[in-house]
């Protein structure tokens, strides 16, 4: 059973720089991969930041940026600000065309 | 303005069956593949289903795998998720999600949720 691993806490300080990252219980996560990221604050829907590793969705401000560090998914936020406090998940599309979330990662901004 | 909107949740008990809708308005629903994800109260974001675009090819997660039936009507751009034989841990908020074109594989659309909630 494949799982995608996310931090599930981190914290920053605001105006600072902060990277999540998401893995795979077995294996490295890739391009192919297609890794995307979402944001959730509590009782909204989310809201899609990143597609295709690291193309910013539309309005998506550039202190959100994707990349592939290592052998895992990156979503870094430089600048912090205090509305960035919210729940960040990654979501990969495996090869049988099944889409796997990570667990979240609740980022606070203090 | 593109809108997803779903609707169906509520209480249902154990064994039960229910099924959400998801209407859409602002777009060609036909010209996209479409999905549902769900969320446990207080959990994160569990992919469900997806169905392509003209409703012939359908995925589904081990976990609803047999129970769970996507599909579509484009007559009416309305997305379907009929459940069955409901259980405790079906209790979720359900999404829907509108695949992305120039990827197909992240999703740039969602809906607000709807509830259900399956006790006795």
């Known amino acids: 059973q494949t799982v995608v691993t996310q931090e599930p806490s981190f914290s920053v300080s605001p105006g600072g720089t902060v990277t999540l990252t998401c893995g795979l219980s077995?294996?490295?996560?890739?391009?192919?991969?297609?890794p995307s990221w979402y944001q959730q604050t509590p009782g909204q829907a989310p809201r899609t930041l990143i597609y295709?590793?690291?193309t910013r969705s539309s309005g998506v401000p550039d202190r959100f940026s994707g990349s592939i560090l290592g052998n895992k998914a990156a979503l870094t936020i430089t600048g912090a600000q205090a509305d960035d406090e919210s729940d960040y998940y990654c979501m990969l599309y495996m090869d049988n065309g099944i889409y796997l979330f990570g667990g979240g990662t609740k980022l606070t901004v203090l | 303005e593109v809108q997803l909107v779903e609707s169906g949740g509520g209480l249902v008990q154990p064994g039960g069956s229910l099924r959400l809708s998801c209407a859409v308005s602002?777009?060609?629903?036909?010209?996209?593949?479409m999905h549902w994800v769900r969320q446990a109260p207080g959990k994160g974001l569990v992919w469900v289903s997806r169905i392509n675009k003209d409703g012939s090819s359908t995925t589904y997660a081990d976990s609803v795998k047999g129970r769970f039936t996507i599909s579509r009507d484009n007559t009416k751009n309305t997305l379907y998720l009929q459940m069955n034989s409901l259980r405790a841990e079906d209790t979720a908020v359900y999404y829907c999600?509108?695949?992305?074109?120039?990827?197909?594989?992240?999703?740039?659309?969602w809906g607000q949720g709807t509830l259900v909630t399956v006790s006795s």
């Open positions: 077995s294996g490295s996560v890739s391009s192919s991969d297609s």
């Open positions: 602002g777009f060609t629903f036909s010209n996209y593949w």
């Open positions: 999600a509108r695949v992305r074109a120039s990827s197909g594989r992240d999703f740039d659309c």
């Open positions: 295709n590793t690291g």
